[in-house]
């Protein structure tokens, strides 16, 4: 069975220094591996693939806006996407920095990262006044592993390494 290359991206604040990014990376990559360690995909990640991505997630608030319940901190914004759409992820919040939210991590498999194989979605080559293109789309969407994976492939598409 030919397997997906998988990455494991890690989501940290833009205030700590380098160091201080990979290891609140590690200590959710951790966490990771003590919640979803039997899964399938994780299992084969550690056995093939071992890659982490650490990306810029910003900032770390915990606090929730008045009137529309969003986090303030772009890393708690982006915790709560995942949850929301279905992402296993792990989070890791930091004793020594009253408690804050300082990683988030989750697994992605080539569908989301790799444009060549994998490219975006051209609905112009499709197009034309008689044609309905939702079935072609949903087609690409299929390809890609779902609306999950089209989830992370919009949340990665222009993020930075941190």
Known sequence: MNKLEKRMYVFVPYNISPIQEAIQAGHAVEQYAYLHGRNEDYIDYVKNWKTWIILN???TNSNRALGTGESEGSLNQITDSLED???????????????????VCFLADERVFNYKDYPDWNGSKWWNKNTNVEPFYSKWVK????????????????????
């Open 85 to 103: 759409n279905g992402i296993i992820h792990a989070v890791f919040n930091e004793p020594d920095l009253n408690n804050a939210l300082t990683a």
């Open 57 to 59: 997630g910003g900032t």
């Open 143 to 162: 390809k890609l592993g779902g609306d999950k994976n089209l989830f992370l492939r919009d949340l990665l598409k222009y993020k930075k390494l941190a």
